[in-house]
């Protein structure tokens, strides 16, 4: 079992659709979470980070739920330009070297 | 904007060839980290380091070392290409230790085809 899943996808969906993605994690023990976005050919870049409160950052809604151990982005409003790879990520704790773990990625296609 | 460089860019290089792709950050950030990323797949953690003079392995170091002699300075060496080593290089780099919130920088990459 991988340690970071994510549905492959692609999510096709119109400008202006609400769109959400699940990430499950298989170590308990995960301290950290975090959302990356990758444009095609592009390096990876810091979307947000989950914290256990949930957050927001503008159109964008993060989720944790540990006792399930997943983690959701919530995009609303899609936009052409949100169309990307988003990238689930958990940094665990093997005796304190928080190694990030990244998912396969989920990828976005937004049309008009 | 990130202050982390990869060179070079993309690289075709035959087969035994040894071959050393560079990674320098200019944010003073201690961790650094080297993965391998195929089209449409998850990123694998090939070598990381904590700091100077430290170097771990990640999930496929087996054909590959890594040092760090200086800060900013963390280059990937392949002893002996091969085919099977083609695939996207990417270097990160990240906050101090020991803040849970790290955020990772990464480099534009190096495309490497063996041939």
């Known amino acids: 079992r991988k340690e970071v899943e994510q549905d492959p996808g692609p999510f096709n969906v119109p400008e202006g659709a609400t769109v959400a993605f699940n990430c499950t994690y298989s170590?308990?023990?995960?301290?950290?979470f975090f959302w990356y976005r990758q444009d095609c050919r592009k390096e990876p870049k810091l979307l947000m980070s989950?914290?256990?409160s949930g957050n927001e950052d503008g159109r964008f809604t993060a989720q944790l739920n540990r006792a399930s151990q997943y983690i959701s982005l919530l995009i609303r409003d899609s936009k052409l330009s949100d169309s990307a790879t988003y990238l689930c990520?958990?940094?665990?704790?093997?005796?304190?070297?928080?190694?990030?773990?990244f998912g396969r990625g989920t990828s976005l296609i937004v049309h008009p | 904007e990130a202050d982390i460089y990869q060179t070079p860019r993309y690289l075709v290089i035959g087969t035994g060839k040894k071959i050393t792709l560079e990674c320098s950050q200019t944010?003073?950030?201690?961790?650094m980290y080297w993965y391998q990323q195929d089209p449409g797949m998850e990123l694998h953690l090939i070598h990381y380091?904590?700091?100077?003079?430290?170097?771990e392995k990640g999930d496929l170091s087996s054909e590959s070392t890594v040092s760090r002699i200086r800060t900013e300075h963390f280059p990937l060496t392949l002893e002996s290409a091969r085919p099977s080593h083609t695939s996207q290089y990417l270097c990160?780099?990240?906050?101090?230790?020991?803040?849970?919130?790290?955020?990772?920088?990464f480099g534009s990459g190096t495309q490497l085809s063996v041939l």
């Open positions: 990160a780099s990240s906050d101090p230790v020991g803040q849970g919130d790290e955020k990772l920088f």
């Open positions: 170590n308990s023990a995960s301290q950290s």
């Open positions: 989950v914290y256990s």
């Open positions: 990520v958990v940094r665990e704790d093997p005796g304190g070297s928080y190694i990030p773990t």
């Open positions: 944010m003073g950030h201690d961790k």
């Open positions: 380091s904590y700091g100077v003079n430290s170097t």
